[in-house]
């Protein structure tokens, strides 16, 4: 396989986690404690919807995985699997009273909720007093033409695949994998690697993030796109030809490998240029990888 690399330096590191300190403030929050010593049994919810051939599935969870799988008709069905973890047998009790899980279907889809008074208003989460954890396991299969919002935090990673909908996949102590998918949208984590695998090129704008872990795209032949580029600590790699623009810094050669020197170097181009995809991380590699 040929690749040809480009590095990317960038010296702006305190504007760029700016960014991610806005956008993805759930990572400024203390996690809590995991000595627990007492645990509830598993408590499974199931439940089968037909929403149609296009519903809209939100799943908004604090600690544990979240696993969507595209695969055709109008019905969504999901189970939800939820464990209370606790430092006495009093708080078990009371994360077992206090915590519920919302479902909410709608004429546009399917919405699932994680609440307890570890919520602050507007989705967002504080942890005034861990005294429990609980974690929700949730895997659901959807329409292909579902589009998705996923959230977590903590306790796993964020999965979905065969979905052609938009997308928006976030997680904070956690990865995110995206595979065989159609649409276009936003991943973002902190703590770990987004990977998205897409079966047919993104037609929309797409942005990619993280902090701490590498960023790697799996993307048709005959892609023609925008590229942002931001990585502080790591290098950016393309099979894909690119023209860089408004690039600045030394270009030279390795073999058959185009390299960057020191630039800054934000934009470049493959093909005709299309969709902007925007890819950042601090501390990681960037990938754009041809598949066939």
Known sequence: MTQRELETKITAAAGLALVFALTLSAAAQPRPRRDWDYRSQPQVTQRTLSLGAAPRIVVDNITGPIIVTGDGGTQVSFTATETIRARSQAA?????????????????????????????????????????????????????????????????????????????????????ELA????????????????????????????????????????????????????????????????????????GREGRMIVFRRGRMTAARIGAGGPTLTLRTLNGNIFLHETK
């Open 92 to 176: 078990l009790a009371r994360g077992e009273r206090e915590v519920k899980l919302d479902v909410t279907p709608g004429a546009d889809g399917l919405k699932l909720y994680v609440d307890g008074p570890f919520r602050c208003g507007g989705g967002c989460v504080h942890w005034d007093n861990p005294s429990y954890e609980p974690e929700f396991t949730f895997v659901l299969h959807v329409p292909r033409g579902s589009s998705v919002d996923l959230r977590t935090v903590n306790g796993g990673t964020v999965r979905a695949s065969g979905v052609t909908g938009r997308f928006r996949v976030r997680n904070v102590n956690g990865g995110i």
């Open 180 to 251: 065989d998918m159609g649409g276009s949208g936003d991943a973002s984590t902190v703590n770990g690697a987004v990977v998205a695998r897409f079966a047919r090129n993104p037609g929309g704008n797409c942005r990619f993030r993280t902090v701490n872990g590498k960023v790697s795209l799996y993307l048709r032949p005959g892609l023609n796109a925008d590229l942002r580029l931001n990585t502080l600590n790591g290098d950016v790699y393309s099979d894909f030809a690119t023209t860089p623009v408004a690039a600045r810094g030394t270009a």
